[in-house]
């Protein structure tokens, strides 16, 4: 029986640096645990531009329709702001979400004991949360027709479709129930249907969809509203499951609830492979950061936790990814942090090398 296959695409930025230290998580994991995958490297984003010209080539698509999993580090850079849009690096990453047909998010907004007290909320309000947002990724506003900028008159429009279809909701939909199903079975809608069509739909697909899981309870929420619930209580919800737009805007909302954007994961599902697994992207939430990149700053727990959802998602193996996200979760616990963790002067961070060295270490020592 072959191994399962991994396609590494590190992209720009910190990619390389936090994807170098889930390599070591893989080796880890092959060398202790006979977990042992097939993994494959290419390029995305600008990294594939400068070699290729353009953020993804044909090839590494092929690839990624071909694999189990993908991981993906981060794209883009202000090197690349003058290119045209049709080539920017981010057009890398929406065509493998868009050709892989990844059209259910999961996006988790998990604080951790350890960093209850980094974030901008009171710790009461954020002490122990663990939510999931299952944003729809494959349509909505991002992807509608008609879009562009046109001429109209003496002045320029920009234009950009808000369109559904009843099954692009359904889907979605069902995704936020099979996973309220395996947590605390609320399920949160949220939309816009006081005054968009769109989200109209949506409440109606969701609610039929909801009869096919009585034990789930489903309510409904403006979004906006949803938005100033996620900062006055967010331990009120268990799993979100909202639009393309609204969910980027929610996700990004709820990442900062846990205090570092570097401490958060994403799995990017869709429909499964001849084998059984859905088609999968993993990558964390955070962008390519430039600013910092090269200098070993970088926090690289968000991709490490990544590549746990996958474990989880992708390769059926839960007791794996239980122990990697344990031993994130100890390495917090004994005071190792990066500089995006540290809220007090006179601590010298640990570097990507350093935080990841330790989730290896701490991986060994729950053997």
């Known amino acids: 029986m072959s191994n399962p296959s991994l396609l590494i695409l590190p992209g720009d930025g910190i990619g390389p ?36 010209g353009t953020p993804l080539h044909d090839d590494t698509m092929a690839k990624a329709q071909e694999v189990d999993a993908v991981l993906l580090g981060a794209v883009g850079g202000p090197k690349y702001d003058v290119l045209d849009f049709s080539v920017k690096p981010e057009r890398g990453l929406l065509r493998l979400r868009k050709e892989m047909d990844l059209y259910s998010n999961l996006r988790p907004a998990q604080c951790f004991d350890a960093l209850a007290d980094f974030s901008s909320l ?7 949360l663990d939510i999931m947002i299952v944003r729809e990724l494959t349509s909505g506003v991002y992807f509608g027709e008609p879009r562009g900028i046109i001429e109209e008159g003496n002045e320029r429009v920009g234009i950009n479709t808000q369109r559904y279809t009843e ?11 099979e996973l309220a ?13 006081n005054v968009m069509e769109s989200g109209i739909l949506w409440r109606e697909v969701v609610t039929e969809v909801g009869k096919d899981y009585p034990e789930v309870e489903l309510s409904h929420m403006y979004a906006d509203a949803g938005a100033m619930q996620l900062t006055r209580w967010p331990k009120q919800f268990d799993v979100i499951v909202t639009d393309n737009l609204f969910g980027d805007l929610l996700s990004d909302l709820a990442a900062m609830l846990t205090g570092s954007l570097g401490m958060l994961p994403s799995a990017s ?14 990558e964390p939430v955070h962008g390519s950061a430039p600013d910092i990149a090269g200098q070993g700053k970088a926090n690289p727990c968000a991709c490490i936790l990544s590549f746990a ?19 994130v979760e100890k390495v917090l ?31 060994e020592a729950s053997l």
């Not at 199903?181 to 249907?193: Q, V």
């Open 309 to 327: 959802m996958a474990l989880r998602y992708s390769f059926d193996l839960g007791d794996e990814a239980t122990r990697l996200e344990k031993a």
């Open 181 to 193: 199903m395996k947590r605390g079975k609320k399920l949160c809608s949220m939309e816009k249907a």
């Open 17 to 52: 640096e936090v994807m170098a230290e889930v390599r070591k998580i893989i080796d880890w994991f092959g060398a202790k645990r006979g977990v042992v995958f097939d993994v494959s490297e290419d390029l995305v984003g600008g990294a594939a531009y400068d070699k290729h």
């Open 167 to 177: 099954s692009e909701i359904e889907r979605a939909a069902r995704s936020a129930f």
């Open 122 to 128: 009171k710790k009461d309000v954020v002490a122990g």
């Open 269 to 282: 599902l869709g429909a499964p492979m001849a084998n059984g697994r859905p088609k999968a992207l993993y």
């Open 333 to 363: 616990a004994d005071g190792v942090r990066t500089a995006d963790l540290l809220n007090e002067e006179g601590r010298t961070p640990a570097s990507t090398s350093e935080m990841g060295d330790a989730v290896v270490a701490a991986l």
